[in-house]
């Protein structure tokens, strides 16, 4: 595991280790420092972090930053990584593509998440919301993460993509461990070795569906993209496969996250629930103040393409940088009173969904699932409780932040 140390002005070294399992309990003291003693700061590693809402905003908006994914992994982890099977898939999505590659593949999907199409889907989604709590009202009590916040995110991705009802039971299930990919601190060869088996499975499994819509095409995301590949040279099969996986993974875990991460936020600030249950038109806000909060995205990357001079200090060309999205939310330059969770604060606007060209692509689905998921819970379950809600049980990710489970009862 890598740490690395720097002084700062605080007098106590400032150490960035973000798989430290006290860093993934609470990353906020750190950002808090970071903002204040070196808010761009070389870690010497290789990286750079940038936690002030503003410069987190200019960097992901300037055209001198770019992607250039195979420089930032040759950065990371030396010459001979860019063949293993996880790595080869994200390169070919449009995450990590520059223009012209990723205008091209983002113009091919763009289509399915205008806002009226994610508009057209909110009646199916309550119905879903109602179908996960129907299997467990009468229990009094659920794991969140299992039984509702994974559940919803991946029927609803799989009726974007087309997946058969019948293909959709190892998904229903499944945890993701590719994600770690993402990730600032270089994967061990263990975790490659799963991420590797789990790339191969999932894109086996895509190119079948691709192959099940080519012959029997339907009105879904698959199909359009198996008619853009038949139609030339506008996606090639490694894009399509890879681009189907990229919005398999980013339309899931991201949502399964901000549900796990909001509800304990909420439950840890009872009185925020208790304001959402008198007044659940408080809910759409709310969600921004929750994304805000605990960001199920903590971070993104780029890459400097040419010298940029960020508050002052001259970033050369050729770095990996590190957009601390998670520590712009709680800046409090912008945000009065960072650390408090308010789901009545006014023009909230987080950063949790990035900004410039890659801002998310499934920012008003996430926003849509969210807002119906709560309105649900304050209605169906306003007595729901988190019995483990002071000891949480984070996954080992720093990039994705997320539960690995959180039991619930009520009466
Ligand atoms: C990109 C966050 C949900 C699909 C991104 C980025 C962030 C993000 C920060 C930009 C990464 C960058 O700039 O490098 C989130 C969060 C979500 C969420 C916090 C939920 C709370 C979704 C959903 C979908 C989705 C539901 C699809 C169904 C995508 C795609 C991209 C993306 C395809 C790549 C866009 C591009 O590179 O042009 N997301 N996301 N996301 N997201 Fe999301």
């Not at 190119?207 to 819509?213: A, I």
């Not at 010298?307 to 940088?321: F, K, L, M, S, Y």
Request: hydrophobic share 40%.
């Amino acid at each position: 595991m890598n740490v690395t140390t720097r002084p700062g002005t605080g007098g106590t070294p400032l150490a960035f280790n973000p798989l430290d399992p006290a860093f993934i309990a609470d990353p906020y003291p750190f950002y808090h420092r970071l903002r204040e003693e070196a808010p761009v700061f070389n870690t010497g590693l290789g990286f750079w972090l940038l936690s002030r809402y503003e410069d987190v905003a200019f960097a992901l908006r300037d055209k001198r930053f770019g992607k250039d994914f195979p420089g930032n992994i040759r950065r990371r982890y030396g010459e001979d990584r860019m063949h293993e099977p996880v790595i080869a898939s994200l390169g070919r999505t449009m995450l990590v593509l520059d223009p012209p590659d990723h205008t091209r593949l983002r113009g091919l999907v763009s289509k399915a998440f205008t806002a009226r199409r994610i508009a057209d889907m909110r009646p199916r989604i309550r119905a879903l919301v109602d179908e996960q709590l129907d299997r467990v009202a009468d229990k009094g009590a659920m794991d969140v993460i299992r039984d509702l916040a994974h559940r919803l995110p991946v029927i609803v991705i799989c009726d974007m993509l087309g997946i058969p009802e019948e293909h959709r039971a190892a998904f229903l299930v499944g945890s993701n461990v590719s994600g770690r990919v993402l990730d600032p601190v270089p994967m061990s060869r263990e975790e490659f070795d799963k991420a590797n088996a789990q790339t191969e499975a999932s894109s086996a499994y895509f190119d079948q569906l691709c192959e099940l819509r080519r012959r029997e095409p339907r009105d879904d995301l698959t199909t359009e993209l198996v008619r853009a590949e038949e139609a030339g040279d506008r996606l090639s099969t490694e894009e399509l496969r890879a681009n189907i996986a990229l919005l398999f993974g980013a339309g899931h875990e991201t949502t399964t996250n901000l549900i796990g991460n909001g509800l304990l936020a909420l439950h840890r600030s009872p009185e925020q629930w208790q304001r959402l249950k008198e007044d659940p038109s408080l809910i759409p806000d709310a969600i921004e103040e929750l994304l805000r909060f605990d960001s199920s995205v903590q971070m993104t990357g780029r890459v400097t393409m040419a010298d940029v001079e960020v508050a002052g200090v001259t970033i050369p060309a050729g770095q990996n940088v590190i957009t601390l999205l998670g520590a712009a939310n709680r800046d409090p330059a912008i945000f009065a009173d960072p650390d408090r969770l308010d789901v009545g604060r006014e023009n909230v606007r987080p950063m949790s969904f990035g900004g410039g060209i890659h801002h998310c692509l499934g920012a008003q689905l996430a926003r849509l699932e969210g807002e119906l998921v709560f309105t649900a819970l304050v209605e169906r379950l306003p007595n729901l409780e988190l019995p483990g809600k002071n000891e949480p049980d984070w996954r080992q990710n720093f990039t994705l932040r997320g539960l690995n489970k959180l039991p619930a009862v009520w009466h």
